[in-house]
């Protein structure tokens, strides 16, 4: 199954189940990582932010509701439609496969449990676009499930499990210089803390 396949069908089941995960997300605490975000970024406010994979606009509309202009990306029609409603924001329907971004026009990125769905293989050229419509100096916030490397099929989603040594090879080839990395929930041993969240900076120069 190639790369598009496997995001056709993982796509598909976000699709499928777009209010249950509205319903079950919306509560969801994640101001730890959108402070993650926010407190890296140096430029004058307020800021511009792209949610990739913004799903139904939950943190869309934190962003907006703390001065800035939020504009939402995801690859579910059905997601767009819903965050563009409950958010009031600019949403962009896109593959991750398939971005096509206007050049240093963010502020900060908010890739808050997206990117783990992009292979491995793939995962490169997707950061070389997000590097590219940063702003120079400009912040990168990544939240996904950690792991030992490994990819596959969990139900009907692909998902790309890395630990940090590996998410940094990454992040650094595509540009990135990293600024720190957390796991999550707080508090909690680290078995007990499946999230891996990072911030990183694209160089001003």
């Not at 995801?74 to 050049?103: K, N, T």
């Not at 692909?158 to 090879?169: F, L, V």
Request: hydrophobic share 35%; glycine share 10%.
């Amino acid at each position: 199954m190639n790369a598009d396949d496997i995001s056709h069908r993982t796509l598909a089941h976000y699709e499928h189940n777009a209010e249950a995960f509205f319903a079950g997300t919306i509560d969801h605490d994640v101001s730890q990582n959108i402070d993650a975000l926010l407190g890296a970024i140096e430029a004058p406010v307020p800021w511009t932010i792209l949610d990739l994979g913004c799903g139904p606009g939950r943190d869309l509309k934190t962003f907006t509701g703390l001065g800035h202009k939020a504009i939402g990306l995801d690859g579910s029609a059905r997601f767009a439609e819903m965050a563009r409603a409950y958010s009031g924001c600019e949403v962009w329907r896109q593959d991750f496969l398939h971005l096509e971004l206007p050049p240093a026009m963010f502020d900060g990125i908010f890739a808050n449990a997206s990117l783990f769905h992009v292979p491995s293989a793939a995962l490169p050229g997707v950061l070389s676009r997000l590097f590219d419509t940063l702003k120079p100096g400009g912040v990168l916030f990544s939240s996904n499930p950690r792991g030992d490397n490994r990819e596959g099929w969990n139900g009907p989603r692909y998902g790309s499990y890395h630990d940090y040594p590996a998410w940094e090879r990454y992040l650094t080839t595509a540009g990135f210089t990293p600024l720190h990395h957390y796991y999550r929930p707080p508090g909690l041993p680290r078995e007990q803390q499946p999230w891996l969240a990072s911030v990183w900076r694209k160089p001003k120069g």
